[in-house]
């Protein structure tokens, strides 16, 4: 079955809501595998009142798998106050020798409260290969302008490389 774009939408409010509940910055978090925190900020974090919600405590940019303080990940859902501005340009470089979101956010969050929101639904990882090429299929696969050719060329691609 597929769904419109505003079908969609709640997901993404409720961290919206959230926020303004809160008044103060909610990221986008979900909880990934053990061998993917190395490749995210991961949060530590205490669950709040609220379903789906944390208080931020603090952040690690790509911990190592034993170093994460969690498995939830920041992913680049961010309703941040605007005070992130000045923090990030004070922000000396970090890891990779960038200055690094993580890094302002950790300053932000000693700042003032910081909320994690555990968000619902298929997330893609467009920054991987294989995140990407899912992300296009899938939504293309979404247009009905597009889905009958697709379908068939995919079939086509997987008979060819049938082995």
Same mark, same amino acid.
């Given at each position: 079955?597929?769904?419109?774009?505003?079908?969609?939408?709640?997901?993404?409010?409720?961290?919206?809501?959230?926020?303004?509940?809160?008044?103060?910055?909610?990221?986008?978090?979900?909880?990934?595998?053990?061998? !993917?925190?190395?490749?995210?900020?991961?949060?530590?974090?205490?669950?709040?009142?609220?379903?789906?919600?944390?208080?931020?405590?603090?952040?690690?940019? !790509?911990?190592?798998?034993?170093?994460?303080?969690?498995?939830?990940a920041v992913l680049g859902r961010y309703i941040i106050t605007p005070e992130i501005f000045d923090i990030l340009e004070n922000t000396p470089p970090g890891r990779g020798n960038e200055i690094q979101l993580t890094d302002a956010l950790r300053v932000l969050a000693k700042q003032q409260p910081m909320y994690a929101y555990n968000f619902e639904g298929r997330r893609y990882d467009v920054g991987d290969k294989q995140g990407f090429i899912e992300a296009t299929v899938e939504y293309a696969l979404k247009r009905p302008e597009m889905r009958g050719k697709l379908l068939e060329y995919l079939k086509h691609i997987v008979d060819v490389n049938k082995e």
């Open positions: 079955m597929l769904r419109s774009p505003r079908a969609q939408r709640p997901r993404c409010l409720a961290q919206n809501s959230a926020c303004r509940r809160r008044g103060f910055s909610v990221l986008g978090v979900q909880e990934v595998a053990p061998e !993917k925190v190395s490749s995210y900020g991961i949060i530590d974090g205490a669950p709040t009142e609220e379903a789906r919600t944390y208080t931020v405590k603090d952040m690690v940019e !790509k911990p190592a798998q034993e170093e994460a303080p969690s498995r939830l």
